[in-house]
């Protein structure tokens, strides 16, 4: 039942927004009581809570487990790391736009938590960065933190608008992005 209740409260903050879904129009949605929501949930708060680590974590580690990968090239794994972010959004769609949306409505102690798996996850793409560096892949001069902040630019508004039944498919739109970054980072370009 709790994961009946995170699946409804997903599809509605996704259609209503956070503020806008009350517990009732969750409880509804499954044609239980209140009383069953608060069995698992203490309030609608620590439900976005529990939405946002679910999401959070299962891209960081995708996302470190293709960074750590020492056969792979730097190309190779910056290709990945794109591919992954599109591919999360296909499979978890809305939980992806909960969580870009909704951050803000997280109480101060969530939002800490949250902030800093955040960051992690940029630290991860500017670690990527030093190695295309260090391995002479990249340019020297590159401003690191500001690199990553275009990259996840590109990877994270893409929620809005890409559709995994749309003219291209996850595969060609991170080449697209690959080679986007590529031109301006990569030594020689």
């Not at 794109?82 to 978890?92: A, E, F, H, R």
């Not at 391995?135 to 020297?140: H, I, T």
């Not at 508004?157 to 559709?163: A, L, M, R």
């Amino acid at each position: 039942m709790k994961q009946k209740i995170k699946e409804h409260s997903i599809q509605l903050f996704d259609k209503k927004g956070f503020t806008s879904t009350s517990i009732q129009d969750i409880v509804e949605s499954i044609g239980v009581t209140k009383g069953t929501f608060y069995y698992y949930y203490t309030s609608k708060e620590q439900l976005l809570m529990e939405i946002h680590l679910q999401f959070i974590d299962e891209v960081l580690n995708e996302q470190e487990e293709v960074i750590n990968d020492t056969k792979k090239s730097f190309s190779d794994k910056l290709f990945e790391v794109i591919y992954l972010s599109l591919m999360d959004i296909k499979k978890q769609g809305p939980s992806a736009k909960v969580f870009y949306r909704e951050m803000r409505h997280l109480n101060p102690e969530s939002l800490t938590e949250i902030k800093a798996k955040r960051d992690l996850y940029r630290f991860n793409i500017e670690k990527l960065l030093n190695e295309g560096i260090k391995n002479g892949d990249l340019r020297s001069d590159l401003d690191v933190p500001i690199v990553s902040f275009g990259i996840l630019g590109v990877m994270n508004w893409s929620y809005e608008w890409y559709n995994a039944e749309g003219q291209k498919n996850a595969f060609e739109i991170a080449k697209s992005f690959q080679e986007l970054i590529l031109k301006g980072i990569k030594v020689g370009e």
